[in-house]
């Protein structure tokens, strides 16, 4: 998954997510999954698969990039399930939600996420808040797949660091390398299902990085109420 996408797709609907000391107990309960001993290649495939697998998987992370001349800082919080996937992105006091379920994408966001998008003012105004519908593309179906929600496929020339590494309470194995263009930071962790707990790539211009903080937790996607197609709020 490219970075514009990890960066673009913007949803909400968040996970219940595990306490730091239950994640820290279960880790120390759960045998060693052999990632260790693993090649990157081996790692990652592991780790895909593991994703794969899940009924449901939660991440948090931030963008933080300079764009069209200007700083900015994102932070999002991404949930993807077999039935669907939906993020928040936020930037301040600006939020934008997007959900994808039953071939159907809806996005609610303010005025200035409209006005950006060459909608007049009064137009602005009426979407602003509202929850908008319309199909799903199939870059959107796709990112819903919880394998693609980390760019492994773009990784590349890694290495295993001889160190452990902890994210949010669960042991991992640290792998650096490159996302083909940027250097890339992957942790996949050495106790349970190999997921990859935290990825991170880019440079101090243009970096984001991402945290697995909850799988397997029974979150359902459910479609928003009252939404509507942009012709349908703005007759």
């Given amino acids: 998954m490219t970075r514009t996408t990890l960066g673009a797709l913007v949803l909400a609907l968040l996970a219940a997510l595990a306490t730091p000391g239950v994640a820290r107990a279960a880790a120390r309960d759960e045998p060693r999954n052999g990632v260790e001993s693993m090649t990157p290649d081996q790692a990652f495939a592991a780790a895909s698969a593991a994703l794969g697998a899940a009924t449901d998987v939660s991440y948090e992370g931030s963008v933080d990039a300079n764009l069209v001349g200007r700083r900015l800082r994102y932070q999002s919080t991404r949930v ?3 039935q669907g996937c939906a993020e928040t992105l936020r930037r301040g006091g600006f939020v934008v939600r997007y959900v994808v379920k039953g071939g159907k994408a809806y996005l609610k966001a303010p005025k200035k996420y409209w006005k950006a ?4 003012g009064w137009a602005a105004r009426r979407l602003h808040g509202r929850w908008v519908k319309g199909k799903a593309s199939k870059a959107e179906r796709e990112a819903c797949r919880p394998a693609a ?4 496929a773009h990784a590349s020339a890694f290495a295993a660091q001889p160190y452990e590494r902890h994210v949010r309470g669960r042991p991992g194995i640290q792998f650096d390398g490159s996302d083909g263009v940027d250097p890339m930071v992957v942790i996949v962790a050495t106790t349970g299902p190999p997921h990859v707990t935290k990825v991170s790539w880019g440079t101090s211009e243009d970096r984001s990085v991402y945290e697995l903080t909850a799988v397997d937790v029974g979150v359902r996607i459910v479609k928003p109420r009252k939404a509507r197609t942009v012709r349908g709020w703005l007759r």
Avoid: E, F, G, K
């Fill in 80 to 82: 993807t399930t077999p």
């Fill in 149 to 152: 929600m980390v760019p492994l």
């Fill in 117 to 120: 998008h060459q909608a007049p």
